[in-house]
């Protein structure tokens, strides 16, 4: 169970966000995220992704793919900086 992806990346999740737990027999559900947002925070959320804050929260596919593109643009900007840094220093 361990070695499952779906698995390991679900307690990465768990690890990462501040969320509620239901434990059934079959295993857990998760629930909303306890987070506080501002209005900017919600203007920002729909001029970037589309959605509002509360179906974020909400919604765990969702969220999953909102938070893959952005680590996916996160690594793509790393790389883009570490190369403009090899060419300026070299």
């Known amino acids: 169970m361990l070695n499952d992806p779906v698995c390991e990346e679900m307690v990465r999740m768990i690890r990462l966000n501040p969320i509620y737990l239901t434990t059934k027999l079959e295993g857990f559900i998760i629930h909303l995220l306890r987070l506080n947002y501002t ?15 509360k179906d974020y929260c909400r919604n ?3 969220r999953m793919k909102i938070e893959k593109r952005r680590d996916q643009e996160h690594r793509y900007c790393q790389r883009m900086i570490a190369d403009l840094n090899r060419k300026v220093h070299s």
Not at 39 to 53: N, P, Q, R, S, V
Request: net charge negative; glycine share 12%; proline share 0%.
């Open 60 to 62: 765990h596919a969702l």
């Open 39 to 53: 209005t900017d925070m919600e203007k920002a959320m729909l001029g970037a992704h589309g959605i509002c804050f």
